[in-house]
């Protein structure tokens, strides 16, 4: 696990100089290896270059400072390393798909980049050389009230729904949903779909069908079996790889099968870090058998 450490030394030494010019050589020595190793390594681990990954990390400072603060624009810019608000601006909306005015103006934020840490390192070795085991559930039907909105399956939605949740947050529709079964674990629900367009929904899980909220509807989540992954790590990263694990890997090699039902995400928190628990709906005959 000692190339785990070494990458550990060179995210902290990026988190240390974000607003200063990062020699890359630098980096690499932070962590005791060659740049053409040490960054064959990186790349294998967090999925960027060392480059792409500084990159990412500040337009998401500079995004939170944009929603955040009333800074202006040209000086966020400067302060994570561009020259001019164009030049800002060209950058920020390459990377994060909306330019920095319109990022403001809606406060659409989602994380790009969080800092990578040593436990969401461990839990990808983990992913990639010994793979996810499950915890399986059954449960009945339910009814959830919130709110669904549509997405493509074409990469966009990796984004869309990030800022889909940041819209949720920031106009505390929470609140709104008043006989919650469990206030603080909440759910998106991936809506099975056989074509390239799918719906989303953010909700909670309801005690009663009353007092739904104006803009608001109810979905039914029929009884199922689920396997149930659990996430660690930066949120948006940790869950889209757990299910990038879940359909490339797990669910070919495993003796289930997609219940061509509709997956979901709970999250809460536990110890002050936002985590997900990711539920497949799965259908076995063993289990069928075995559970009678």
Not at 63 to 86: H, N, W
Request: contains cysteine; glycine residues 4%; hydrophobic residues 35%.
């Amino acid at each position: 696990m000692s190339y785990l450490h070494s990458l550990e030394r060179a995210i902290n030494y990026i988190e240390s100089h974000l607003c200063e010019d990062i020699d890359l050589s630098s980096v690499s020595k932070e962590a005791g290896y060659s740049l053409y190793h040490f960054h064959r390594i990186f790349k294998s681990v967090t999925g960027d270059s060392i480059k792409d990954y500084i990159r990412k990390r500040r337009i998401t400072e500079a995004a939170k400072e944009l929603v955040y603060t009333d800074k202006p624009v040209v000086d966020i810019g400067v302060k994570y390393g561009y020259e001019s608000r164009e030049a800002f601006s060209r950058a920020f909306e390459k990377v994060y798909g909306r330019n920095p005015s319109e990022v403001r103006k809606s406060k659409s934020l989602y994380f790009i980049r969080q800092p990578m840490s040593f436990d969401y390192m461990m839990f990808k070795y983990q992913m990639s050389k010994e793979g996810l085991t499950p915890l399986f559930r059954k449960l009945p039907e339910r009814y959830v009230v919130g709110k669904k909105a549509k997405f493509k399956a074409d990469g966009s939605n990796l984004h869309d729904i990030p800022l889909l949740w940041s819209k949720w947050h920031s106009q505390k529709e929470s609140e709104k949903i008043i006989n919650r079964k469990y206030k603080d674990e909440y759910m998106g629900i991936c809506i099975f779909s056989d074509g390239d367009v799918f719906d989303y929904m953010i909700g909670y899980e309801v005690t009663s069908l009353d007092h739904v909220p104006e803009g608001m509807e109810i979905f039914r989540l029929e009884p199922s079996l689920y396997a149930v992954f659990k996430t660690l790590g930066p949120i948006t990263e940790s869950v889209q790889k757990t299910w990038d694990y879940i359909y490339s890997v797990w669910l070919i090699e495993s003796e289930y099968e997609h219940a061509c039902t509709h997956d979901i995400e709970y999250y809460y928190y536990n110890q002050g870090e936002l985590t997900a628990d990711l539920y497949v709906p799965v259908v076995s005959e063993y289990f069928e058998s075995n559970c009678r």
